[in-house]
Nanobody, 124 residues
Framework: QVQLVESGGGSVQAGGSLRISCVMS????????MAWFRQAPGKKREAVAT???????SYVESVKGRFTISQDNKKRTLYLQMNGLKAEDTAMYYC??????????????????WGQGTQVTVSS
């Protein structure tokens, strides 16, 4: 059983920064593939960044150079540092995990475990 709880969302002006977090609760020591997704109103859920069990990261093109995914394995916490935020980054951000390694190109379907989301709003 895996539970994911996101936090750290909020409102920020364009150009600003925000860090969101996701804490995983699990009874296993398995190294999961972790990911951040986002979904804006009326749009499909899209992968933002992933970090696999070997620590290899991947990013959607629109956030490269601005967002950084990282994790603290001891604390079972996943982070997304977002710099240079733009109005189009406004969305609900979700944390996801799976036993299999995936990159952003895999999309949301393969991921088995999901958090409830945290809202990020960027005003221009």
């Amino acid at each position: 059983q895996v539970q994911l709880v996101e936090s750290g969302g909020g409102s920020v002006q364009a150009g600003g920064s925000l860090r969101i977090s996701c804490v995983m609760s699990t009874s296993t020591d398995f190294d999961y593939c972790m990911a951040w997704f986002r979904q804006a109103p009326g749009k499909k859920r899209e992968a933002v960044a992933t970090i696999d069990s070997d620590g290899i990261t991947s990013y959607v093109e629109s956030v490269k150079g601005r967002f950084t995914i990282s994790q603290d394995n001891k604390k079972r916490t996943l982070y997304l540092q977002m710099n240079g935020l733009k109005a189009e980054d406004t969305a609900m951000y979700y944390c996801a995990a799976d036993e299999v390694d995936y990159g952003v190109e895999s999309g949301p379907d393969p991921f088995a475990y999901w958090g409830q989301g945290t809202q990020v709003t960027v005003s221009s």
